[in-house]
């Protein structure tokens, strides 16, 4: 059985790929940072470079 250790992040625009265990975590969705977990309401982008969320 292989475990699955990251992900990309649920953002529909963001690249980023996100280890399970320090993603954002909501409605069980993995996300890699407050914005994109937030849906971009308040923040914008996700603060790493070269991506474009």
Do not use: F, R, W
Not at 6 to 11: H, L, N, P, T, W
């Amino acid at each position: 059985m292989t475990t699955v250790t990251q992900m990309k992040c649920a953002c529909p625009d963001c690249l980023c790929i996100v280890s399970l265990d320090k993603a954002i975590s909501k409605e069980g969705k993995y996300y890699c940072s407050e914005g994109c977990a937030e849906g971009h309401k308040t923040i914008k982008g996700c603060g790493h470079g070269g991506c474009g969320c």
